[in-house]
């Protein structure tokens, strides 16, 4: 008896999980056969984590504009986004750096790079005997992360610090040990200033450094270069103002010395012009007052997206995040575009399509 | 039961053989259960080594056994060795366990044996609350304040007393091999120091007394009594623990300095498998260095399970001594 009853259990278990399970993809499609009237749109989005806390809000404040639009952006780093968009599992992936020629061929159609903010990497630095900004030339900073200067008193940093109260202690050099689009523009910056560091140690999100302790994530730099005395150290100019930590004014091509500044980020941006790939490096701009080590992070979006409600709601919510959008930048310390490479974005977001079908009617 | 005539009982199909040899239906069915979980195990752990055999594939055929010993990681040139991260492993557990190890006993001593009643419960409570710290807050814990007492205090106390010895030379920096090391030891004392716990409590109260009536003192009951027979317990304990220093990424990340180098010194920044695996996957672009890091992944593997079976084997050992009974 016992074991039959068991058995009508079991059964009428069956019944309920199989009916559910039958019934319920009926009641889904529903949905998806009309859209944008019906259920929210959905469009997820993965990648850099550099400008995170200014995806976010843009996404947020999209949604009191758009409300049946729900953006979701994952900041699981710029390598992870650029897998994920070639692979399709994402509707747009985000990077700091752009793509290089291997992997734009693994892309199963065109990704176009949308330059969509632009960051800076400031030198924080521990050295409480200091009262005015360390100054710092391209050279310095170069020869510090080889290893060969290696002490705060060297005659190089006494003769550009005039007057400054340089303790005879150890340089402790600090860097980023996880992969990251931070360091990859500080490395494009030493590269670019030094042919024996790209020679020597080269560019990119995770090099073999010549010296120094590695530390993870700004945090981790942070930390270190606070705990540390005689330690220097580089992290998002965003992270350090946060944090409060001590930043070096860097020797800018014009000449004069650059405190990391959303100023001095745009003048970068202002200094360079935009080639037809919407990328380019910022670093040691010519521009006057432009700070040295700026880059712009991108996002990345097929020409071509099939789904055309989603394409559409994409295209929509990139021509808010470059005009309106901009105005959220600045109180998060990012830079907001300049005029021109907003006019250049217009023009490529004109070019977004679904199915060979333009979807901006703008002007 | 076996009295009654043989008609009655239905005869068991062949085809149910494999399943054992019980006559009860329920029992056959059970039993394949059972076995169905306990083969998940095993096909859980061959697919992740299947599918690491094939994520690293490319990086076998690039550098063949010469990953393992050497010591280049240049992910700009394509050029990977394992061979500092091995080390950094396996020094960074064992250290950490060679310090966990005694604090661990001396508490669970203390717990079981030596502790007044009212006290137990409290500590054996705050002991297991040590455990429940997620190791992201001991790895930032460990950044701004056990690193700066390391570097003011403890490395250069050691370098001025031991610093004849190679392992305590060079600059104290606070981030390296012995503060990662430490940090380890916190994490996993309170696992180790709980199992122990478990371990001695049951030991039977009828050897204490025995003990005592003999008229042996704490300490000898304890060293002649107790702790040989709860010996193949405490070893698990320590395996245990072992188990999760091999494995632990966060907090050691973030102060052992990340520097793939092999050092004499302890003060030296080092670095550790399960650490680049957690630093480099995100932002890997290259194929072969993501191949690279699910080699290191597999070694990983590889290393936990040889440091198991060495461990299981000293348990085998352990176990078979005589027990007790030596002054």
């Known amino acids: 008896m016992i074991r039959r009853s068991h058995f009508i259990t079991l059964a009428a278990l069956a019944l309920t999980l199989f009916g559910c399970s039958k019934a319920v993809p009926p009641a889904e499609q529903k949905p998806a056969a009309t859209p944008a009237e019906a259920a929210p749109i959905k469009l997820t989005g993965a990648g850099a984590t550099f400008p995170y806390p200014l995806y976010s809000k843009l996404m947020d404040e999209y949604r009191k504009v758009k409300p049946d639009v729900q953006i979701n952006y994952q900041s699981i780093g710029s390598g992870g986004g650029i897998r994920q968009v070639i692979a399709g599992t994402v509707d747009f992936g985000a990077t700091d750096t752009p793509m290089n020629d291997e992997e734009e061929k693994k892309a199963p159609h065109k990704l176009l790079h949308l330059p969509m903010t632009i960051g800076a990497v400031a030198v924080a630095y521990n050295v409480p005997e200091l009262t005015a900004p360390l100054k710092l030339t391209p050279e310095i900073l170069v020869d510090i992360y080889l290893g060969k200067i290696t002490k705060w008193n060297d005659a190089s940093l006494r003769k550009i610090n005039e007057g400054a109260q340089l303790p005879a202690s150890d340089i402790r050099v600090i860097a980023r040990s996880d992969g990251s689009g931070t360091t990859a523009v500080f490395t494009d910056y030493l590269g670019v200033i030094s042919p024996e560091w790209k020679e020597k140690v080269g560019v990119g999100k995770s090099v073999k450094w010549p010296t120094g302790l590695g530390a993870k994530g700004n945090e981790g730099v942070a930390g270190q270069v606070r705990t540390i005395p005689g330690a220097i150290g580089y992290v998002e100019v965003a992270y350090a103002k946060q944090t409060g930590l001590a930043m070096a004014a860097l020797k800018a091509p014009s000449g004069e010395f650059v405190s990391p500044s959303i100023e001095g980020v745009s003048a970068a941006a202002e200094g360079v012009e935009l080639p037809a790939s919407l990328h380019a490096s910022l670093v040691n701009s010519a521009a006057p007052k432009a700070y040295p080590i700026s880059s712009y992070s991108y996002l990345l979006v097929y020409e071509d997206t099939p789904d055309k409600a989603k394409a559409q709601s994409l295209s929509d919510f990139l021509w808010w995040a470059i005009h309106d959008g901009q105005k959220f930048a600045a109180a998060l310390h990012y830079a907001p575009l300049p005029a021109r490479v907003v006019a250049k974005l217009e023009g490529r977001l004109k070019e977004l399509k679904s199915g060979g079908k333009a979807l901006l009617a703008v002007p | ?327």
């Open chain 2, 1 to 327: 039961m076996a009295s009654q005539p043989q008609s009655l009982v239905r005869p068991r199909p062949k085809w149910l053989k494999p399943f054992g040899s019980e006559a009860n239906w329920g029992d056959a069915i059970f039993r394949a259960l059972t076995l169905l979980f306990g083969l998940c195990v095993v096909a859980i752990l061959g697919g992740i080594a299947l599918q690491m055999l094939k994520a690293y594939r490319l990086s076998l055929q690039a550098f063949g056994w010469g990953f393992i010993t050497s010591n280049a990681w240049n992910p700009i040139q394509d050029q990977f060795g394992a061979l500092p991260f091995i080390f950094g492993t396996v020094v960074s557990s064992l250290l950490a366990l060679s310090l966990a190890v005694p604090i661990s006993l001396g508490i669970a001593v203390f717990l079981t044996e030596l502790c007044p009643a009212w006290l137990k419960n409290p500590v054996a409570f705050l002991i297991e609350l040590l455990a429940a710290v997620p190791s992201v807050v001991y790895g930032l814990w460990g950044i701004f304040a056990l690193a700066p007492w390391m570097r003011e205090v403890v490395e250069p106390a050691l370098a001025s007393t031991l610093g004849f010895l190679p392992l305590f030379q060079g600059p104290s920096q606070g981030f390296g091999m012995l503060t990662g090391a430490v940090i380890l030891a916190i994490m996993i004392t309170p696992t180790i120091s709980s199992v122990c716990r478990e371990v001695l409590n049951a030991v039977p109260g009828t050897l204490r007394e025995g003990s005592y009536a003999l008229g042996a003192t704490r300490w000898e009951t304890l060293r002649t009594v107790i702790l040989p027979f709860a010996r193949s317990g405490l070893v698990g304990a320590s395996i245990l623990g072992l188990g999760r220093a091999l494995g632990e990424t966060m907090a050691i990340t973030m102060v052992i300095g990340n520097r793939p180098e092999i050092s004499s010194s302890l003060f030296a920044p080092s670095y550790t498998m399960a650490s680049v695996i957690a630093n480099e996957f995100t932002e890997a672009t290259g194929d072969l260095y993501l191949s690279a890091l699910a080699e290191i992944g597999f070694l990983l593997f590889i290393v936990t399970l040889l440091l198991n079976i060495i461990a299981r084997a000293l348990v085998w050992r352990v176990a078979r001594l005589p027990e007790g009974g030596r002054l």
